[in-house]
T-cell receptor, first 117, second 116 residues
Framework: GAVVSQHPSRVICKSGTSVKIECRSL??????MFWYRQFPKQSLMLMAT?????????EQGVEKDKFLINHASLTLSTLTVTSAHPEDSSFYIC?????????????FGPGTRLTVT | AQSVTQLGSHVSVSEGALVLLRCNYSSSVPPYLFWYVQYPNQGLQLLLK??????LVKGINGFEAEFKKSETSFHLTKPSAHMSDAAEYFC??????????????FGQGTELSVKP
């Protein structure tokens, strides 16, 4: 199989604090992980592409100093929301890329619901 | 550049009826297409994918999709809807086509409701 986990599944934090979300590929090595953000009733918006051992590539409009991404190993990427504000409240989903023969597939984590009060 | 358009943000069908969710794509390279399902407060689950092996792709839960290059479409169908099919469905294309491990470009999503 190809299982991706996220921790925590839900988190509530106070405005101004930082929150770290972990994304792990449990049974495969993922050279690339992606971080998405999803607002209610909307599609997934790609925030950044995370490659093991290198700096993340952020999509246009995403503040790299606010959303810190670290991809320290082939099975773990973390997203840290720094100085969180209520507008950062959202559903954050990660995915990990697994090579399947000559092709690649993305496997998604279950998501993390962040609420900033 | 790649893009995906899903026609209809909300589709409602009766239990046992045909499900048809529409997806049109635009791609500058041979496309690598996906359909995902999302249940409330959960991540995405892959229903099926097109990788050029066959134009009619069968997925999980009785869903299938047909790749039509001439129409640039990849519509999702299921012959008979079940109450458990009620969910949000996303069509996606890889930004680098096949075999590249590129990022996914998602459509806007279609919410499927199933009436008893």
């Amino acid at each position: 199989g190809a299982v991706v986990s996220q921790h925590p599944s839900r988190v509530i934090c106070k405005s101004g604090t930082s929150v770290k979300i972990e994304c792990r590929s449990l049974d495969f090595q993922a050279t690339t992980m992606f971080w998405y953000r999803q607002f209610p009733k909307q599609s997934l918006m790609l925030m950044a592409t995370s490659n093991e051992g290198s700096k993340a590539t952020y999509e246009q409009g995403v503040e790299k100093d606010k959303f810190l991404i670290n991809h320290a190993s082939l099975t773990l990427s973390t997203l840290t929301v720094t100085s969180a504000h209520p507008e950062d409240s959202s559903f954050y989903i990660c995915s990990a890329t697994k090579r399947s023969g000559a092709a690649y597939e993305q496997y998604f984590g279950p998501g993390t619901r962040l609420t900033v009060t | 550049a790649q893009s995906v358009t899903q026609l209809g943000s909300h589709v409602s069908v009766s239990e046992g009826a045909l499900v048809l969710l529409r997806c049109n794509y635009s791609s500058s390279v041979p496309p690598y297409l996906f359909w995902y399902v999302q249940y409330p407060n959960q991540g995405l689950q892959l229903l099926l994918k097109y990788t050029s092996a066959a134009t009619l792709v069968k997925g999980i839960n009785g869903f299938e999709a047909e790749f039509k290059k001439s129409e640039t479409s990849f519509h999702l169908t299921k012959p008979s809807a079940h109450m458990s099919d009620a969910a949000e469905y996303f069509c996606a294309v890889s930004d680098k086509g096949r075999n590249q491990g590129g990022k996914l470009i998602f459509g806007q999503g279609t919410e499927l409701s199933v009436k008893p």
